[in-house]
């Protein structure tokens, strides 16, 4: 009930290596989830921690649009066995 239909949080991160990356600022990272939930706590949507990684990480691009439009491209690589494809 508490949890929107749909929504991963990132206590779903739990024990998993998470990968995100962005094309257009070239940035890939690893984290480890567990050491993210420690940071953001347990009930934090993941687009929204995806937006604070990006932010973390210098992607201005996130932050501030372009006058063209151009925004951040940071997303989740699915780390093998996992399905998040509701995030994009
Ligand atoms: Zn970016």
Redesign the pocket.
């Known amino acids: 009930m508490s949890q929107e239909r749909g929504a991963f949080l990132s206590s779903d991160l739990s024990c998993l290596k998470v990968r995100v990356g ?4 070239k ?1 890939k990272r690893q984290f480890d989830g567990n050491a993210l939930i420690d940071r953001v706590g347990r009930n934090e949507p993941l687009p929204g921690l995806l937006t604070r990684i ?1 932010v973390g990480l210098g ?1 201005d ?2 932050i501030a649009p372009t006058p063209n439009g151009l ?4 997303r989740y690589e699915y780390p093998t066995g996992w399905d998040l494809k509701g995030l994009r």
């Open positions: 962005c094309e257009r600022c940035l990006a992607c691009l996130n925004r951040c491209a940071m």
